[in-house]
């Protein structure tokens, strides 16, 4: 077995443990960590956030996107096709969705927008900033491409494990909220 399928196959056994993990979690941790997330950003004002309509156990951010949206733009991702970065699409507490790829729910309309803040699900992380999606690449693409964008994962502690094997093309997530707070470095969130 070469090292491109071994680390893809230790991406495939952590993903499995991950998502176990966050399944079992409490639901007083998915409320707490939605509590810190919105208390680390409530201070944004005119800026556009990208935030995502949760699916299956992610923590959810809808409660932040909606207070959020009094003073700010909130997008969206929307796959476009396969291997291409996400782009954003305007959303609103409320507005028509219809399901999107891979089954997530996204606006009918609204404007594609560039965000300033990006909110990332995440499947698990360590503590190094290490990201584990579902597989696609989509959030490593278009991190790549957002400069001066600040990036906050959202996830579980259940999910942390001790390192995510990387690959060149990861991006690393500077800031991390769980229930239990807040974890990174770099620019003030």
């Keep these: 077995m070469g090292a491109d399928a071994r680390l893809t196959e230790q991406k495939a056994q952590l993903r499995k443990r991950c998502l176990a993990a966050r399944d079992a979690a409490p639901d007083t941790a998915r409320a707490a960590a939605a509590t810190r ?12 956030i990208a935030g995502y309509i949760p699916i299956g156990s992610e923590a959810d951010p809808l409660a932040t996107m909606r207070a959020l949206s009094f003073d700010n733009r909130i997008c969206v991702p929307v796959v476009t096709a396969k291997g291409a970065p996400l782009r954003f699409r305007e959303w609103t ?4 969705m219809e399901e999107g790829p891979f089954r997530v729910p996204v606006p009918v309309e609204g404007g594609w927008r560039v965000p300033d803040v990006v909110i ?7 503590r190094h900033g290490g990201r ?7 959030y490593d693409r278009t991190l790549a491409g957002l400069n001066d964008c600040l990036i906050v994962g959202l996830a579980l502690e259940a999910q942390r494990v001790d390192r995510i ?9 500077p800031w991390i909220v769980t229930e239990r707070g807040v974890s990174g470095v770099g620019a003030t969130v």
Aim: glycine fraction near 18%; charge should be positive.
């Design 37 to 48: 997330l919105f208390a680390r950003l409530m201070h944004l004002k005119g800026r556009t």
């Design 165 to 173: 094997p990387r690959e060149a093309t990861d991006v690393a997530i």
């Design 132 to 138: 584990l999606g579902y597989g696609g690449g989509f």
């Design 120 to 126: 990332v699900p995440m499947v698990g992380f360590d």
């Design 93 to 96: 507490p409320g507005c028509a």
